[in-house]
């Protein structure tokens, strides 16, 4: 199970490396707050479970967002009624999701191509709608699910663990408390350990006919391959991230609201996930790590900051800089998103990894000195 | 029904099928004997593709059955029927162009190994050395072992055409069914093709091939099946297929004396 080539091995420690140094490096550019670090490593985790479907089997999915409300409001009920640890919180989160899954997976799977998009899509809005209308004694509406002080908490109260502090009971592991780094560090460990996953399922047998259905359905059946449960199992599996995800959103900060389950969300995943790199391995968690920067960061750019960035420029152009650069910033981050968006996908197709990649592959070659052009072209035809 | 003898892999019983009133296939009754190549030819048009079609599984018979090995496949989905010991060749190659040479043969292995359906994650595809050594055997074997690291889309029409075969190759099936194998093949690639297959039949393969190329089908058939309008007109060995004069007719369209 723990069998590994050094060059998975060599990619893990260096996710690692990365992820637990984040408060370092993200210093410099201004995100360093443990809030919105947890927001970053909770939404790769999402687009790495979202990378499972639609990276492997190429089926886009439109609605995973319900799945990240359902682990969610599963938590928030786990924390009501069993207990404030994460764990069974995180436990019943990733299982509900799954079987939730499981049931629009099994309809929405009976069509491929835009059909099952347009599906999913109309399960995740039906959910959305459900949460606020006939949902409420489930989800409490607009309000948001919420913990109260007098929840029953069952194992705790069992235990009699967590009733002595004052002000409200806040999630925790083991007793110990999750707020600022040391819940950073925890949703950090997960997202590790989804990395680890999610390596093992691309390196498998299991990830290979994944692929080989992206490929050429019609070879996978005529080879032997009964395509529909590798789909289903693949569905259900990046749900059950979904659902991980969205109880890690509830474990720290314990609240739950639809708004999570609306389009836009599932909109936001798909495109961190083809910014990156669809069907790479660290591209769905860069490209979360870029679209939660945006959000957070460059919307909170004002005129004042702006004016102060461009004081070298003179007056005159000073004001014109920042009349120009504030369409971008701020409330316009949207228009810098979009732009950056059309930019890869037109001129990085596969995203930033596989951008990347190949651009680092022509520059070695213009730097190697010139080959016979028919192994150049057979290359050119690899890649 | 006729009586199936007991080294009769396929048999195809009184199969009828008509699209919308068309009779595609008419009272055909074909059997194949364990480690023979029947062949099976005729005009455009004649249904030798439909009949295919109706043994992998991908069309349902009007009525009638096809009976593999004791078992009646009619209704059974193309997985199934693979998985019994069916694999083919299609007319256009169906590979898994965005994957490796060498992943593409080892899919196949995988099907054959853990059945249609396994989920096996936690064990990476580099360490199941045994599936891995076949395949190369087959890639070299098949002269496709230097391009097993480059995407199966990237290899030529001929090398395309090879690599299907080894696919099927790996499963070690017990019928292999060729649509068309040579069809759009440079004559050395033909060549080639009748070589390799030559050679798979030496081992004791049963096969099926359907093909246009009267040199490849002359070179490799024990018997001859001649299609013509949904019906088999002649059937027998290649010689006497080959002066039959209805099968000259339908060729040729010269009334039979």
Redesign the interface.
């Known amino acids: 199970m723990f069998s590994f080539t050094r060059k998975q091995f060599t990619m893990l420690v260096v996710f690692t490396a990365i992820v637990l140094t984040m408060p370092i490096w993200l210093s410099p550019l201004g995100a360093a707050y443990p809030g919105l670090m947890q927001k970053f490593v909770i939404y790769a985790i999402f687009a790495i479970g979202f990378n499972i479907l639609f990276g492997l089997t190429g089926y886009l999915s439109f609605g995973h967002a319900a799945f990240l409300g359902v682990g969610s409001y599963t938590a928030v009920w786990s924390f009501k009624l069993l207990s404030m640890d994460m764990i069974p919180a995180l436990f019943f989160a990733v299982i509900f999701a799954g079987i939730f899954a499981l049931f629009i997976g099994y309809f929405s799977l009976r069509r491929s191509g835009i059909y099952f998009s347009i599906l999913t899509l109309a399960f995740a809005q039906m959910s959305y709608s459900l949460a606020y209308s006939v949902l409420t004694p489930i989800t409490n509406g607009e309000t948001g699910l919420l913990i109260a002080r007098d929840d029953p908490r069952a194992i705790d109260t069992m235990l009699g663990v967590g009733q002595s502090t004052s002000g409200m009971p806040m999630p925790s592991l083991m007793g110990f408390d999750l707020t600022g780094y040391s819940g950073f560090y925890i949703c950090a460990l997960v997202l590790i350990v989804c990395f680890f996953v999610s390596q093992k399922i691309f390196a498998s047998p299991f990830g290979m006919a994944l692929r080989c259905i992206k490929s050429n359905q019609t070879r996978m059946m005529y080879t032997g391959f009964n395509t529909k449960p590798y789909m289903l199992t693949a569905f259900v599996i990046s749900g059950m991230f979904a659902g991980l995800a969205g109880g890690l959103l509830a474990v720290t900060d314990p609240i739950a609201g639809a708004e999570r389950m609306k389009w836009t969300e599932s909109g936001n995943l798909v495109l961190m996930t083809i910014l990156g790199g669809v069907g790479t391995l660290v591209g769905p968690v860069i490209g979360a790590w870029l679209i939660k920067y945006f959000e957070n960061i460059f919307s909170a750019i004002n005129t004042n900051m702006l004016n102060s960035f461009f004081e070298f420029l003179p007056d005159g152009f000073q004001s014109v800089m920042v009349t120009v650069m504030s369409k971008f910033v701020g409330e316009g981050w949207h228009l810098t998103l979009g732009l950056v968006f059309v930019l890869i996908v037109v001129f990085l197709p596969g995203g930033l990894v596989e951008g990347t990649e190949r651009l680092m592959r022509r520059f070695r070659r213009s730097s190697d000195k010139p080959r016979s052009s028919v192994s150049s072209a057979a290359s050119e035809e690899r890649s | 029904m006729t009586e199936t003898p007991p080294n009769v892999v396929l048999h195809v019983a009184d199969v009828f099928k008509n699209f919308d009133g068309l009779k595609a296939l008419s009272d055909i009754d074909l059997q194949i004997v364990e480690g023979t190549t029947h062949a099976i030819i005729g005009p455009n048009g004649a249904g030798k593709s439909t009949l295919l079609n109706v043994i992998?599984g991908r069309l349902p018979p009007t009525s009638g059955a096809v009976v593999f090995d004791g078992t009646v496949l009619t209704g059974m989905?193309?997985?199934e029927i693979?998985?019994r010991g069916i694999?083919?060749v299609?007319q256009t190659p169906?590979?898994?162009?965005?994957?490796s040479v060498l992943?593409n043969i080892?899919?196949?292995a995988?099907?054959?190994r853990?059945?249609?359906?396994?989920?096996?994650?936690?064990?990476?595809?580099?360490?199941?050395a045994e599936i891995r050594e076949e395949a190369e055997k087959l890639l070299h074997e098949f002269g496709l072992y230097d391009r097993r690291e480059?995407?199966a889309g990237?290899l030529s029409r001929g090398d395309k055409r090879r690599l299907e075969l080894a696919?099927c190759l790996i499963?070690r099936p017990r019928l292999l069914l060729l649509d068309e194998p040579t069809a759009g093949m440079s004559r050395h690639d033909t060549n080639t093709t009748i070589e390799l297959l030559k050679d798979i039949k030496q081992r004791g393969m049963t096969i099926v091939i359907i093909e246009h190329d009267m040199h490849v089908v002359f070179s490799l058939a024990d018997q001859i099946s001649v299609l013509a309008q949904g019906r088999f007109i002649a059937s027998g060995q290649p010689q006497e297929v080959k002066d039959d004069p209805r099968v000259k007719e339908a060729y040729l369209g010269v009334p039979a004396e």
Do not use: T, W
Not at chain 2, 94 to 99: H, K, N, P, S, T
Not at chain 2, 114 to 119: L, M, P, V
């Open positions: 992998i989905s193309p997985h693979n998985q694999s083919r299609f169906e590979i898994f162009a965005d994957l992943y080892m899919a196949p995988f099907a054959k853990d059945g249609a359906f396994r989920i096996n994650m936690f064990r990476p595809v580099e360490d199941e480059d995407h990237a696919m499963q």
